[in-house]
């Protein structure tokens, strides 16, 4: 038997445990048996790629896509997605989803007493360009109350999910805001055991790509597994 | 070209309950086959947890490259996303059912073979960072000879083998924890 090629595994404490009692919903459904060394194969090695044509108009305008604005604080979101080799990933799948300004979801089990608002769905989507970066306009999502525990309360945040290059580049994670006294209660935040790896959740107020009398910016970078040597649009040879 | 720079990639956090919203378009779009592949598979089954109960808000992801050196990134002008990736999010049952591309044989270094098998992402609630399992699709014994499959104990083994339930047609359950716990990969 020969010995196979293996994935790397994550730096140690930049990413949550699969159990992590705080966070009750991980306790019956995270593995308890050993995990296995992934095999690094051309499976592993490659991944799908996105066409332009799954981006609609306003699919980067949240605040755009129904008769009248939406209510809560208009923002702008930008960043740059990146490699392991500090290498901008473009074209990039970046999906996106929120509650609104009132912590409310547009979903079904969503059963908050907050109201829905008939200007907002909470969903977009961007390809990022070839300097691997992505914008959308938006609301400030607000925050709310789940049943992990008495009083929980989940600070504001945006689901991001992200396909880079090959799919182990794979990445679903929530963006935070600055300075939100939420955070540091927040189980699922603070699931990340190393302190900079969870600020690195965290966006920075960006005044210079703000817009006066209009809307403030928020930036926030994110790093994808994957190296240069990752096949992208080019079959490898 | 080496460099020395190495970024720490980014943690991940739950799906959450709420993924539809913004996830559910791929499920929906999905491509028409393309012309050179058109055998596809469809793979049913169901997400259970812990206690066997099911898992209604999950969403797993397939993944199978074409060929080794054609089409190795599933890059395809004509459709939006490749025919070896598809996403699927679990019902009020926990079950899933997707139709894909059926995989293929995929070299392994110079003289091995792979089985045709998809890798598997899996989401949901509770799950802080996705899993990563693998599923084998076979109508006969070319599993036996998988170099990844081998390495796993036998009692085990079982749990990444889709079982054919007729003509194109597989079923194949992810038990999260307990009792037959799918085989996942540490990443």
């Known amino acids: 038997m020969t010995n196979l090629a293996t994935v790397r595994e994550a730096a140690p404490n930049t990413q949550p445990a699969y159990h992590f009692p705080p966070y009750i919903s991980s306790v019956a459904r995270s593995p308890r048996l050993p995990l296995v060394l992934l095999p690094d194969t051309h499976t592993e090695k490659t991944g799908p790629v996105f066409g332009h044509s799954l981006i609609r108009p306003n699919d980067s305008d949240l605040t755009a896509q129904h008769e009248g604005y939406p209510l809560g604080e208009r923002i702008f979101v930008h960043g740059q997605v990146l490699n392991e080799d500090g290498r901008p990933v473009r074209n990039a799948l970046v999906e996106v989803w929120q509650a609104n300004a009132a912590g409310r979801y547009r979903h079904k089990v969503d059963n908050h007493d907050a109201p829905l608002d008939p200007n907002f769905s909470g969903a977009g989507r961007i390809l990022t360009d070839h300097e691997g970066r992505y914008f959308f306009k938006t609301i400030k999502p607000g925050p709310y109350p789940w049943g992990n525990h008495h009083n929980a309360w989940r600070p504001a945040h945006i689901h991001f999910s992200f396909f880079g290059a090959g799919i182990l580049s794979r990445l679903v994670t929530q963006m935070y805001f600055p ?20 600020n690195r959740l965290v966006a920075r107020l960006d005044m210079n790509r703000s817009e006066p009398n209009y809307a403030l910016a928020y930036e926030w970078d994110i790093v994808l597994r994957g190296h240069g040597d990752t096949p992208f649009e080019e079959p490898r040879r | 070209m080496t460099t020395e720079l190495k970024l720490i990639p980014s943690g991940s956090q739950t799906v959450g309950p709420y993924f539809r919203i913004g996830l559910q378009h791929l499920i929906d779009c999905v491509p028409v086959p393309e012309e050179e592949s058109p055998e596809l598979i469809t793979i049913r089954g169901q997400v259970l947890d812990r206690d066997g109960t099911p898992v209604n808000d ?34 009020a049952n926990g079950t899933f059912s997707i139709t894909i591309r059926r995989p293929v044989s995929i070299a392994l270094g110079d003289e091995t073979m792979q089985a045709p098998h998809f890798l598997v992402l899996v989401f949901a609630r509770g799950l802080l960072r996705h899993l990563i399992s693998r599923v084998y699709i076979t109508d006969g014994p070319s599993n036996v000879s998988d170099p990844i499959l081998r390495q796993i104990s036998p009692e085990r083994r079982g749990t990444l083998i889709a079982q054919q339930d007729g003509p194109g047609t597989f079923r194949w359950n992810v038990r999260l924890q307990g009792q037959d716990e799918t085989v996942f990969f540490a990443w």
Do not use: C, H, V
């Open chain 2, 58 to 91: 999950a969403m797993l992801e397939f993944w199978a490259p074409a060929t080794e050196g054609k089409e190795a990134m599933g890059k395809d002008d004509q459709a939006p996303y490749p025919a070896g990736f598809r996403r699927a999010a679990t019902d």
């Open chain 1, 179 to 198: 300075d939100d006294p939420l955070q540091p209660l927040d189980p699922i935040f603070n699931s990340i055991p190393d302190e900079a790896a969870r």
